[in-house]
């Protein structure tokens, strides 16, 4: 049976919880297909890594089943790598990984001859190729035909078929039975239309040959020269998207290409002849007289002092030829009380030259006002950002169904926070405040949500929890030995006016009356950004660098912020 694991990292972890009830029980069992993750890190990718949860779970089932990695088997150090990437992250070569697996049980794997990679190439996989030698006395089942429906549509294939069926006829008092005389009969169809189907694609995949031979030859040099590695994988990346582009217009049906090269006029639509000097006139078809004419009404500029006027009025009626090369624009139609007023968009730019329909997509507020594409403007983004009334409330929404604290957040608090950052000595670390507050923190559990595939596990506190933002900035151990560090020293010097609990340290509320700044409750939001950065800082260290910071050092960065924060304090108020 043949298997694939989705790419997506949330159902990837799911999938290998389903396998199990769908592979049957048997003593005899070849799978395979791209499974879509690493069985061994290190070895079938370049870093070593611990296994991530699906591949933990793929290999348990290997070890309940019996089932055997074939070609881990039979090439025990070679990395065997099948996928390679053509998306770099900054000056890091692209990844690559074994990720398509052969897995066997029983006379399969006793059965495997060979099983190599070879060097011909679809997209970003490798194909992996297994040879059997099975006993003779195995009967091969019926199979599958898949019929290629482009054959329907060419001349003479469906009348071949008829005549072969009633010159079949004629056969069938020779066999010893009506369904051996039906099956044969089928046999031939469809070697004969398996025939057809690859003369009519001959053509086009001479092309793919060449980009795949392309392909297969920067593959062969990428792992030979690593001089001029970036060089072939390059060259690799552009094969790759010109083959990947041909077969995405081969695999457009046949009639849905005559509808987008059709450059016959749409009844309603608006479209200027592409050779006319300017004034140039707007046409909108009316009505198809016959296959050379149509009936269109003609529209003109109106003439006014405005240098920009792309305001038309009606001429009259004409009749056009759809030969007369018209290209399709947009205008905007507009109700009024006299009638309706049409406004030409983009200085009539012909709408394929365009990247987007500036019709397409638009804003639409409370009180019912529209305002499409190209209406937009950065002073209107800035409108609707500041008008965004409902932003605070569903912030919050956001911030509580992350976070889970006991305390749940509120639309005044929010309010409160973000009045209260700007005031801080340190914008760069109101920063990382705010992006809390908005629950914008980019955590492993958060990326993993968004699609990346990267381990959802804890690196500070050894893998104990996932990292999620509540986990990352307080329940953590490793955060939590800072918070407790310092609410130490804040009884000492303060008392407990303020206490610096779960509540506290994500939601960052203080009553505005606590928060001047002379005040305590200034100081308190100052050192609050500063443990919060400090704690992501180490968090990233380890994950991107593979620095650990102990304890002590991280007490005297805190220090070090808290000093840089009064000197910057004193300078604004001598200021």
Request: charged share 25%; proline share 6%.
């Amino acid at each position: 049976m043949t298997v694939y694991v989705p790419s997506e990292p949330a159902e990837r972890r799911s999938f290998p919880e389903e396998l199990p009830p769908i592979v049957p029980e048997a003593d005899n069992l070849l799978l395979a297909r791209d499974l879509n993750l690493t069985l061994s890190p290190g070895l079938d990718s370049p870093d070593v890594a611990p296994r991530k949860t699906d591949a933990i779970m793929l290999a348990n089932f290997m070890m309940e089943r019996g089932l055997t990695d074939t070609f881990r088997t039979t090439h025990p150090t070679t990395s065997g790598y099948a996928w390679f990437s053509s998306q770099r992250i900054g000056d890091r070569p692209p990844p690559k990984r074994r990720l398509d697996l052969v897995l066997a049980k029983g006379t399969p794997c006793e059965a495997l001859t060979t099983i190599e990679r070879t060097i011909e190439s679809m997209f970003d996989h490798r194909p992996l190729v297994a040879s059997f030698e099975l006993a003779e006395q195995l009967i091969r089942g019926q199979g599958t035909f898949r019929l290629n429906t482009d054959l329907l549509n060419v001349l003479g294939v469906t009348d071949w078929i008829a005549a072969h069926w009633r010159d079949w006829k004629r056969t069938k008092s020779g066999f010893q039975s009506e369904e051996e005389w039906l099956q044969i009969g089928f046999r031939i169809v469809t070697r004969a239309l398996d025939t057809f189907s690859r003369m009519q694609a001959r053509g086009r995949r001479q092309q793919e040959e060449e980009c795949r031979r392309q392909i297969a030859e920067a593959e062969a040099e990428l792992e030979n020269a690593l001089l001029v590695e970036l060089y072939w994988q390059h060259r690799r990346d552009r094969w790759l998207q010109k083959l990947e582009d041909l077969q995405i217009r081969n695999a457009i049906p046949p009639h849905w290409r005559d509808l987008l090269y059709s450059k016959d006029p749409v009844e309603g639509e608006w479209y200027q002849r592409a050779e006319e000097e300017e004034p140039r006139a707007t046409l909108r078809m009316v009505e198809k007289l016959d296959d050379h004419t149509w009936l269109a009404q003609e529209w003109l500029p109106e003439l006014t002092q405005a240098t920009n006027n792309n305001k038309l009025k009606l001429v009259g009626d004409i009749v056009t030829h759809p030969k007369q090369k018209l290209q399709q624009v947009r205008v905007h139609t507009t109700a009024t009380e006299t009638g309706a007023s049409h406004e030409l968009l983009m200085q009539g730019l012909p709408l394929r030259t365009l990247r987007i329909d500036p019709q397409a997509h638009f804003w639409k507020s409370t009180a019912g006002q529209t305002k499409y594409l190209y209406q937009y403007t950065s002073r209107l983004g800035r409108q609707l950002q500041s008008k965004a009334q409902d932003l605070p409330k569903e912030v919050a929404q956001r911030l509580n169904n992350a976070t889970g604290a006991p305390q749940r957040s509120t639309e005044g608090s929010l309010r409160t926070l973000w009045e209260q950052l700007p005031a801080l000595p340190s914008q760069k670390l109101a920063g990382l405040s705010w992006q809390l507050s908005q629950c914008a923190i980019p955590t492993a559990v958060l990326l993993f949500e968004k699609g990346m595939d990267i381990e959802t596990k804890c690196l500070r506190c050894g893998g104990m929890q996932e990292e999620t933002l509540n986990h990352l900035f307080w329940s953590c151990p490793a955060s939590k030995r800072i918070w407790q560090w310092w609410e130490r020293h804040w009884y000492r010097f303060v008392g407990p006016l303020l206490a610096w609990d779960e509540t506290w340290a994500i939601q960052g509320h203080i009553p505005p009356t606590w928060f001047r700044r002379v005040d305590r409750g200034y100081v308190a939001q100052a050192i609050r950004s500063i443990l919060l950065w400090v704690i992501r800082e180490d968090r990233n260290n380890i994950l991107f660098r593979q620095q650990w910071t102990n304890d002590a050092a991280i007490i005297k960065k805190i220090k070090a912020w808290i000093r840089i924060m009064i000197r910057v304090d004193w300078i604004r108020r001598a200021a």
